[in-house]
């Protein structure tokens, strides 16, 4: 028994429990030194977690890619990677589409009065947004926290070591290896602190509740977006895992402590060492395949995101008296997907892309200010979906590549 205990308390887990309990309990007590105490540790750690998060992406897909030998393989893995990303993303916003239309929130409130339009908002394009992906300087990404410009660079890179000879290739490639081991070293290291983070995190999140005051009014939208989420979380994804001959328990189990930081830093990005070490060495994921998943996942896999931006956009376009046929609904299953594809994975994200969606179309933005309140719950969950969608898709990838290499074995011999 005394073993069983002693086992028990050296397991991250039951660390993170009590921390996340101890939250609970300083939350309700609302002290403000404690407050204070918590909001500046939960800035630190994802401070930290963000400090190596685009190092992690870079070196990790560079090192994976130049060590896969050439393009075909390259290619092949990467293929599987955003067939599933836009597969469930897809799946994402339709069942957000169809909620949209079964609750109808938008029919259910009253049209509020007339706005100015936002003159004054971006009126940023895709072209435009396609533009920013390619950096004027090699460190601005690293800088500035540009997800998607660091895998546009590691990309690039990849493909241009890729082509040289295999001698100059291994000698970068056990360069690049050495450098992501020790990005990861460091990364332990910030983990360690983890209890701490969620100590924090849920004291602050505790706190905000007694804050924060969800409407009558925005009740069927929060529902709606709740209900599209958990649909995609809890039926979904532990469907297409289940077909693919994996059990969704044990990996919802592995990625527990990478989903709990998503869900209370409010940040996919911010969970990625988490989410990396806890694949490889909670669930048995290949080092090859969750250093190239994860990254990429992070980047253009937000499930939650797509239905978040597609009920919002109608939500707020409707009330300001906007009317859409079945065809310009069904496109918005597009628009969303290519929307969230396009989302870093960063706190408030979906909420800014869905606020400058608006603002293109000309839509009066004044009731995000009254969405925000609620968004500030919904992110939490959104960030957790997404991270369980990357992890799903890892796995998944994982086992097709597994069952790849075998055959190609069995053929060989």
Request: aromatic share 8%.
């Amino acid at each position: 028994m005394r073993q069983r205990f002693a086992s028990l308390i050296q397991h991250s887990g039951f660390w993170i429990l009590i921390a996340a309990a101890v939250g609970v309990v300083c939350g309700l007590l609302n002290i403000p030194a404690i407050n204070d105490l918590a909001t500046g540790i939960g800035e630190l750690f994802i401070r930290l977690l963000k400090l190596v998060s685009t190092p992690i992406i870079f070196f990790s897909v560079l090192s994976t890619l130049c060590g896969m030998g050439n393009l075909q393989q390259a290619g092949r893995l990467g293929g599987r990677v955003i067939r599933y990303t836009l597969l469930t993303t897809v799946i994402a916003a339709t069942i957000a589409l169809s909620l949209f239309l079964i609750l109808d929130p938008a029919g259910g409130l009253s049209t509020p009065p007339e706005a100015n339009p936002a003159q004054n908002a971006p009126q940023t394009g895709y072209w435009q947004y396609a533009l920013n992906i390619v950096p004027e300087s090699f460190l601005t990404p690293f800088v500035e926290g540009q997800v998607i410009s660091v895998l546009f660079l590691a990309l690039i890179f990849s493909l241009a070591i890729l082509s040289i000879p295999d001698e100059r290739r291994q000698r970068l490639q056990v360069l690049f290896d050495d450098i992501f081991a020790a990005v990861m070293k460091l990364t332990s290291g910030i983990l360690k602190l983890l209890p701490a983070g969620v100590w924090a995190f849920v004291t602050t999140f505790v706190v905000s509740l007694g804050q924060d005051d969800v409407g009558r009014q925005l009740a069927l939208y929060f529902a709606c977006i709740v209900l599209a989420n958990l649909v995609q979380a809890m039926v979904v994804l532990p469907l297409l895992l289940s077909l693919k001959g994996l059990s969704p328990w044990q990996i919802f189990r592995g990625m527990l402590p990478a989903l709990t930081v998503a869900f209370f830093a409010k940040s996919s990005s911010a969970a990625l060492p988490v989410a990396m070490e806890a694949a490889k060495d909670r669930l048995g994921v290949s080092s090859r395949v969750a250093r190239f998943s994860f990254p990429l996942c992070t980047t253009i896999n937000m499930n939650a995101c797509a239905g978040f931006i597609l009920i919002t956009v109608l939500f707020v376009s409707m009330l300001n008296g906007m009317s859409f046929s079945t065809a310009e609904l069904i496109a918005w299953i597009a628009i969303a997907t290519i929307a969230a594809v396009g989302n870093a994975g960063v706190p408030m994200g979906c909420f800014l892309l869905a606020s400058t969606l608006l603002a293109t179309m000309n839509v009066p933005i004044e009731l995000m200010g009254v969405i925000l309140p609620v968004y500030a719950l919904i992110d939490m969950l959104e960030s957790a979906i997404n991270v369980w969608s990357d992890a799903c898709v890892t796995c998944i990838v994982d086992r097709e590549s597994a069952e790849e290499e075998r055959a190609s074995d069995a053929s060989a011999a």
